[in-house]
């Protein structure tokens, strides 16, 4: 996945024959650089993921806290998402497919072992691996969003990236008090 996010965003760079990737669109908003695509490239695959995980525990999980963090967290990703491909599609990049075995291999994401472990995980074991393992991904979430706002060119990138983590260190904080209750 990491090689062919690279020679996309080569090909772009290369095809525009500068740093930018799009145009403004006439919106006077700055064209967005490799930083931005990148962002979205790498946080769809992991957004997906965290889906995919949510929606066991909301299947699996007695607990309410974990029930409610996990439709939190499925709801807003999968607005992010479409926000994401939204503007992949306007610089002319295709959004990442949904290939599991090339997500479980980028860096930040879980292992095929991680997601295994959570979906044979049951009662408490699960409840405490689940958000253990959420609390991980998470992080990793809010390191690419920093990234991007530092790097970043596009206005409505660096926005959601901002966006990203705010919500996603909010969640973070309260997985860590339910930890410590």
């Not at 007695?62 to 990703?77: G, H, P, R, S």
């Not at 253990?132 to 530092?150: F, I």
Request: proline share 2%; aromatic share 4%; hydrophobic share 45%.
């Amino acid at each position: 996945m990491r090689a062919r996010l690279l020679i996309i965003v080569l090909g772009l760079l290369a095809l525009t024959a500068c740093s930018s990737v799009g145009g403004s669109g006439g919106s006077g908003e700055p064209a967005a650089n490799e930083a931005d695509a990148t962002f979205s490239l790498r946080m769809i695959p992991h957004h997906r993921q965290t889906i995919e995980i949510a929606k066991v525990a909301m299947e699996k999980s007695k607990d309410d806290f974990v029930v409610n963090v996990a439709d939190k967290i499925a709801t807003a990703e999968a607005g992010e998402i479409e926000q994401m491909a939204t503007y992949l599609r306007s610089w002319n990049i295709q959004v990442p497919g949904d290939d599991a075995n090339a997500t479980h291999k980028m860096a930040g994401m879980m292992t095929v072992k991680d997601v295994e472990a959570l979906k044979s995980a049951t009662g408490k074991q699960y409840d405490d691996l689940f958000l253990a393992t959420l609390s991980r991904h998470l992080r990793s979430g809010v390191d690419m969003a920093k990234d991007a706002q530092a790097k970043g060119e596009h206005i409505g990138s660096k926005a959601l990236a901002g966006k990203i983590i705010v919500s996603q260190t909010e969640v973070l904080d309260q997985i860590s008090a339910k930890q410590k209750s």
